[in-house]
DNA sequence: TACGACTCGATTGGATCCAATAACAAGATG
DNA sequence: CATCTTGTTATTGGATCCAATCGAGTCGTA
């Protein structure tokens, strides 16, 4: 079997996740240096598929790079994450609408128990429930290309997302878990329309929130 | 001055809008293959920078890329070319709610010279003065990334736009027209609303008319 | 002392060469 | 005669080497 062309076979590939999800574990700050040599070095290969890595993450928004200078983890401005925001409460409400008809009844349970778990989790494990709760969430939906914009909005705003949620105590701010538990409910009803308002007020309200932290912003 | 690091300094960036230029003038057709040895001799350069473009503009959507296998000008189906009309009637109205503020009264006067031009031109010329017309009725907005977006997917869609008003002779309907001007009205009365309405209605409405012609995406 | 030019070092960009993979075609065998 | 196998060839993926560019530090001068 198999012969499926393995997309981590290319090595490019390989150092795109790696590199990828060491930003998003917060490893790699917005602003720290990205030499290729080190990549090339700690992925066990030539400087060459590096820089095609680096290319894609530029692409994607992860990574930012100087002709002849060389590469740093992207940094937002406020006015930029702002975009992402206002951007993501007109795409997220449609892919969600598109997938609540497909979502199985034990992915609904699943939400649940996700909403639920949320709300006694430590910082980082909330932050990783949170994106389980809304991946899933939107799982139902077939629109490929619709979903893979909506995760990278998701990876450029992280770091800030992380720093938002330090900053004002996110896991014991309960209007993020009302939400959350109304967007269940939505779902469980099938009930496109309140959902789609839901999560649009979901991502509006947090962006309204931000707006008043300037401050995450600061070069260090 | 300058020492603006040109970016078509950059091989790679010569070659990505070489190549991007070709297929959105429609000389490569969706599925025509690509050879990185022609596309390095074209442009005079090796193999090394054609490599990395391909990736980039696979990230772009406009190629597609098979693992030791080689590249092909992508080709959409009906059902993710719904879906980028999907997404553009969600962010479009966005992006020229945000744009008219800023818009100068001599770029109004030019949509609207604009628009009248548009229903005495012959096919190539339309595609050209239609792409004209809104991407100047985006132009006041601040949002880089959310205007690359838009642009990503009028790039992707091109081919079968093009297709598209061949078959339905789009010049000559006037339903396109009488909207382009409804919404010169609506951005010269500085009206957001009534504009956001005017462009996710005028997507909304290719959008459907598209899926009356499946035949548009059958492989040749 | 402060500012500017210059040199040196480090890092990236590009070209050539080699290895690996996959498509294609011819031949053998059931 | 069809089908599977195998060998060949063309094309892509990767590594090493060389050139170009940028930044930092130093020296000189006003």
Redesign the pocket.
């Known amino acids: 079997m198999a012969?499926t062309?393995r997309a981590d076979a290319?090595?490019?590939q390989r150092i795109v996740a790696g590199l990828r999800a060491q930003i998003l574990a917060g490893d790699l700050e917005p602003g720290a240096r990205i030499?290729?040599?080190d990549l090339a070095e700690r992925f066990g290969?030539?400087?060459?598929?590096v820089?095609e890595a680096l290319r894609l993450l530029e692409a994607e928004g992860l990574v930012r790079?100087v002709?002849?200078?060389?590469?740093w983890v992207a940094r937002l401005s406020l006015t930029e994450c702002t975009e992402a925001y206002l951007i993501r409460e007109r795409l997220e409400p449609l892919l969600l609408a598109e997938s609540i008809p497909s979502l199985s009844e034990p992915a609904v349970s699943e939400l649940d128990r996700l909403a639920d778990a949320m709300e006694f989790a430590d910082l980082e494990t909330f932050l990783v429930l949170d994106r389980q709760f809304h991946m899933l969430s939107f799982s139902g939906a077939a629109s490929e290309s619709l979903a893979a914009q909506v995760r990278r909005l998701w990876n450029t705003t992280q770091h800030y997302r992380r720093a938002f949620a330090i900053l004002v105590d996110i896991q014991h701010s309960h209007l993020t878990h009302h939400e959350h538990h109304l967007m269940v409910d939505a779902i469980s009803r099938r009930d496109p329309q309140d959902a789609e308002a839901l999560q649009a007020l979901h991502i509006r309200r947090t962006r309204k929130a931000l707006v008043e932290h300037p401050e995450l912003f600061d070069v260090a």
Chains 1, 2 share one sequence.
């Open positions: 012969s062309p290319l090595a490019s030499r290729q040599e290969a030539s400087r060459l598929p820089r790079l002709a002849n200078t060389g590469a």
